[in-house]
């Protein structure tokens, strides 16, 4: 066996295929001994015969001489028809298998077998051609509940970007990226930190480096809600650029735009500003999640400290300023103190239900005042002829 071994096989989710007919693949990334982490695709009908060869090696631990001796665990047969429920419901189980094997003697969890079966085929390196008319559709799962590379949502379908600058990588769990490469979008993940894969390579990027090829806005990103909703700060920042909001940690403040690159406006009183949203959580929910995040990759830059960018778009990106942010949430907030006005304060009112200074109560419309022939039109015989030996 040399030295070569696997550390973890974790499920990264399954890819929907339609070519040459529709067919589903699991999605593998396999972390080796030497910190590599290379990602695979199979089927489970491959995953099935690989089963039953490792039962066939080693009778004993499979438990077919003695069933109490069975420590291979179980993996259930494929169906008749495999469609997409059945993949999705598979995925617990696969997880839970690849689990347990890791985690059993060293002859079977670094038998050759196993690493040959987990190596890059050239089918892996192999992503869909832009000549396909139906690209896979990708499905993601969340680990189950510990933050790692997989810690995305599905299903998704991928997009694609363009990076605008270098990005050099300071983990085993990010991609480096030169300018003008493009990527497929795997997960787009609040915290500004995005899952892209390349033809060879996959790994979180900034959303930062990233723009969209049609366009030099973000469509997806939300629109501001002065509302605001209620975070807490789970670590302290210090701001470094005038637009952004230093805080300490377990300051509460509200979350009034949430950007797609990771860096929201909060605001705090009456004041506004840029700030990590890894470095936010909402009251009440555990923050040791998000802690992990933080210490593996950090808050990713913002676009504005990227230099030699090189977008291929001739405008830049539409971003609005603190000034508008603070204008709009100050007048927000003025609107939302000031009570409700349920029309004119009869006389038996009580004092004081209504604000010392108030605007000016809209006064009822005058109608037009009616010429002289209209009002001697509608006078009697006796008033017009006293209204026309008065003139």
């Known amino acids: ?158 997009q694609t970007y363009r990076a605008i600058a270098d990005f050099e990588k300071t983990s085993s769990s990010q991609m480096a990226l030169a300018t003008g490469d493009v990527v497929d979008v795997v997960e787009k993940s609040e915290s500004g930190w995005w899952f892209c894969q390349t033809k060879t390579k996959r790994g979180w990027v900034p959303a930062s480096y990233l723009e969209p090829l049609d366009s030099p806005d973000e469509a997806e990103d939300p629109e501001p809600n002065y509302e605001g909703e209620p975070y807490v700060t789970i670590k302290a920042y210090t701001a470094e650029m005038e637009d952004e909001m230093s805080l300490q940690e377990g300051e509460a403040i509200e979350v009034i735009h949430k950007l797609l690159d990771g860096w929201w406006v909060v605001r705090k009183d009456d004041i506004t500003g840029y700030f990590p949203s890894m470095y936010l959580q909402k009251s009440g929910q555990d923050a040791a999640q998000a802690h992990r995040q933080i210490k593996s990759r950090g808050a990713p830059p913002r676009r504005s400290s990227i230099r030699n960018a090189h977008s291929i778009h001739q405008r830049s990106r539409k971003r609005l300023s603190q000034d508008t942010y603070r204008r709009n949430s100050v007048r927000f907030l003025q609107q939302r103190r000031r009570p409700a006005r349920p029309g004119p304060q009869s006389p038996g009112s009580p004092r004081g239900e209504q604000p010392a200074t108030q605007p000016a109560k809209p006064q009822p419309a005058v109608p037009p005042r009616p010429s002289a022939d209209l009002i001697l039109h509608r006078c009697s015989e006796s008033t017009k002829r006293k209204l026309a030996s008065s003139v």
């Not at 066996?1 to 550390?7: A, H, S, Y």
């Not at 038998?111 to 040959?116: M, R």
Request: charged share 25%.
């Open 1 to 158: 066996m040399g030295d070569t071994f696997i550390r973890h096989i974790a499920l990264l989710g399954f890819e929907k295929r339609f070519v040459p007919s529709q067919h589903y693949v699991y999605m593998f990334l396999v972390k080796w001994h030497d910190l590599s982490e290379k990602v695979v695709y199979r089927r489970f009908t491959e995953i099935y015969e690989f089963h039953k060869m490792l039962k066939e090696m080693f009778p004993i631990e499979a438990g077919d001489i003695n069933p109490e001796n069975r420590i291979i665990p179980h993996l259930p047969a494929p169906r008749w028809f495999d469609g997409q429920r059945a993949a999705e419901s598979r995925q617990g189980t696969l997880t839970e298998y690849y689990n347990t094997l890791m985690g059993l003697p060293v002859k079977i969890s670094r038998c050759p077998q196993l690493l040959d079966f987990f190596r890059v085929r050239p089918d892996d390196l192999k992503l869909p051609t832009d000549s396909q008319v139906k690209k896979p559709e990708t499905y993601l799962v969340p680990k189950d509940g510990k933050s790692s590379v997989t810690d995305i949502t599905g299903p998704i379908i991928l």
